[in-house]
C-alpha cells in the first residue's frame, strides 16, 4: 500500500471485513464506498475480477464510480455483468459454465469463514496440552504472507505460521492436515446449484470450477471429491482451476 504513489486511498472493500482496520485502512461497506470515493480498482487474480465486478457494478450505474481492474483496464463502461454465480468460461465456449467452488457450490457452516481457525485452535489446545493463539497467529502468517505473495499457498503460510507459534516442520504438517481436515467438515454442498451444476455435466456441456483460495488444486479435488463432485476418479472431476485462477483442463 505505502508504494502506491499519486492516489489517494479512502479505504478497502472485503465484505467479510466490513468496519475493520486492514493495512491502516478502513474497510467500507458497499454504501460507505459510494458515498466517499470516486473509483474503485479491482485487485484480485483475473478469474475472480468478473465476480467481484458484478457484485459491485451498480455503483457505476447508481453513483457514478469509476470501476478499474488492476491492470488499469476501465470495467464501468462495459455492459452491466450478469450476476450469476456462474458465467461463461474465459477463452471458451459460449456453452461452457465457470463455478466457483466456495460460496457457489459449497458453503461453510459456520458464521465466518475464520471460525475455522476456532474449531481448530481448540483441537490444538487437546492435542499438545497446552495453549497457543493459533487463530490470531494464523491470521496474522496469511496477512504477512499475502504482502510478500499476490498467491499465498497454505504451505506458504504454514512456513510463517510454524516459528511464530514454536512448531517443529512435522508439528506443523500435522496442524495443516489438521486445519485442512477442519475446512473439510465444515463445508456443505449447496444443492440449488448442485442441481445446475449437475445438469451442466449430464448435458456434456463443458464445466469450469474456479477458487481463489489458499488451497490449491490437489487439496480442493479431494474436498470435492469427498462431497460428491466426480465420484472417486480424479479424471472425473470437471476442469478444476489453479491457485491462480487460471482454469486447468482435465476430462470430465
Given amino acids: ?95 461452457a459454465l465457470r463455478f466457483d467452488v466456495f460460496d457457489t457450490l459449497l458453503i461453510r457452516r459456520v458464521a465466518r469463514p475464520e471460525n475455522v481457525f476456532d474449531l481448530v485452535e481448540g483441537r490444538v489446545r487437546s492435542w499438545l496440552g497446552r495453549n497457543l493463539p493459533f487463530k490470531r497467529e494464523r491470521l496474522a502468517a496469511e496477512q504477512t504472507v499475502g504482502e510478500r505473495c499476490c498467491a499465498p499457498t497454505i504451505a506458504m503460510i504454514y512456513q510463517e505460521l510454524a516459528p511464530r507459534l514454536g512448531l517443529g516442520a512435522t508439528e506443523a504438517a500435522t496442524l495443516m492436515a489438521e486445519e485442512i481436515a477442519v475446512e473439510a467438515e465444515v463445508l456443505v454442498r449447496r444443492e440449488t446449484m448442485v442441481a445446475i451444476f449437475d445438469h451442466a455435466v449430464a448435458t456434456g456441456k463443458p464445466v469450469y470450477l474456479v477458487s481463489d483460495m489458499y488451497l490449491g488444486r490437489h487439496i480442493l479435488s479431494d474436498i470435492l471429491r469427498g462431497k460428491g463432485f466426480g465420484g472417486t476418479d480424479a479424471a472425473r472431476l470437471p476442469n478444476l482451476s489453479d491457485h491462480h485462477g487460471r482454469a486447468v483442463p482435465t476430462s470430465v
Avoid at 485487485?43 to 458484478?54: D, F, L
Avoid at 450476476?83 to 474465459?90: D, K, L, M, S, V
Wanted: charged share 20%; net charge positive.
Fill in 1 to 95: 500500500m505505502k508504494s502506491v504513489k499519486g492516489f489517494t486511498i479512502i479505504g478497502l472493500m472485503d465484505p467479510e471485513n466490513i468496519g475493520r482496520q486492514v493495512f491502516g485502512l478502513p474497510v467500507l461497506s458497499k454504501d460507505g464506498a459510494a458515498s466517499r470515493v470516486k473509483a474503485v480498482v479491482i485487485v484480485a487474480r483475473t478469474a475472480v475480477i468478473p465476480i467481484i465486478h458484478a457484485r459491485i457494478a451498480d455503483l457505476a450505474g447508481e453513483c457514478g464510480i469509476a470501476i478499474y481492474d488492476v491492470g488499469g483496464n476501465l470495467l464501468s463502461c462495459r455492459p452491466h455483468p450478469a450476476r450469476q454465480p456462474w458465467r461463461a468460461a474465459p477463452g471458451s465456449d459460449e456453452e
